[in-house]
């Protein structure tokens, strides 16, 4: 157990809805990182925040957003939703965002768009 | 751009030695490298930074060559427990500036047998 916690498990919705997505960190964590992870396209990046700020972006599409709380936690929305979109979506935490620091890995939101 | 991983795949058997590349075409200042079971989160393994730092398990060694671009990853020993699929992410450095931003390659397969 990483000490990541993420909300649902599993998510199972329809062509052009939204969904949120949530994540809260290891205690003591104030970096929160989400990736998608897909057959074809491997595990991606898509957003950093840091204590609350955005700090890096990846391969994030317009339609969906990120936001971190001051509780730390981060939650992940994905809007207008697609077949494409279905993939398995992780949340890591660090202690902060130096290239020193090991991401600690929730255990992932699995989502099928149908 | 995605590093490259090699071989994509390899089977073991217990005991026995394996070692996983990964190659990238941009100038790197950190490699992580993580395994991941099936259905599961990714689990760090190391971190090798430029200049020589590392961090990471006892029984796990690996190797950052900055002029290459290149990281490898030993696996001695092999264990039942060793299989997975191992993945490196890199992280440029964008003028000096790190925020632990990795791109991953697409994996390495290793399967271990009795």
């Known amino acids: 157990d990483s000490g990541v916690t993420q909300t649902p498990k599993h998510l199972i919705t329809a062509t052009g809805q939204r969904v949120t997505l949530r994540c809260s960190p290891r205690s003591g964590d104030l970096s929160v990182y989400w990736y998608q992870q897909s057959l074809d396209q491997g595990l991606q990046f898509l957003i950093q925040y840091y204590n609350g700020e955005e700090r890096a972006k990846g391969n994030i599409l317009e339609r969906f957003s990120a936001q971190q709380f001051p509780d730390l936690h981060s939650e992940l929305n994905l809007s207008s939703l697609e077949l494409g979109d279905s993939a398995l979506y992780f949340c890591?935490?660090?202690?902060?965002?130096?290239?020193?620091?090991?991401?600690?890995f929730g255990p992932g939101t699995r989502l099928t768009v149908l | 751009q995605q590093p490259v991983q090699s071989p994509q795949a390899v089977i073991l058997r217990e005991g026995e030695d394996a070692v996983i590349n990964c190659s990238s075409s941009k100038a790197l200042y950190s490699v992580h490298w993580y395994r991941q079971k099936h259905g599961e989160a990714p689990v760090f393994l190391m971190i090798l930074l430029k200049g020589g730092e590392q961090k990471g398990h006892d029984k796990i060694s690996a190797s950052f060559n900055e002029k290459k671009q290149q990281s490898s990853l030993y696996l001695t020993a092999s264990q039942l427990s060793y299989s997975g699929t191992y993945f490196c992410g890199t992280e440029s450095n964008a003028g000096g500036t790190s925020y632990g931003k990795l791109t991953f390659g697409q994996g390495t397969i290793l399967t271990v047998h009795p």
């Open positions: 890591a935490s660090s202690v902060d965002p130096s290239s020193y620091n090991e991401q600690f």
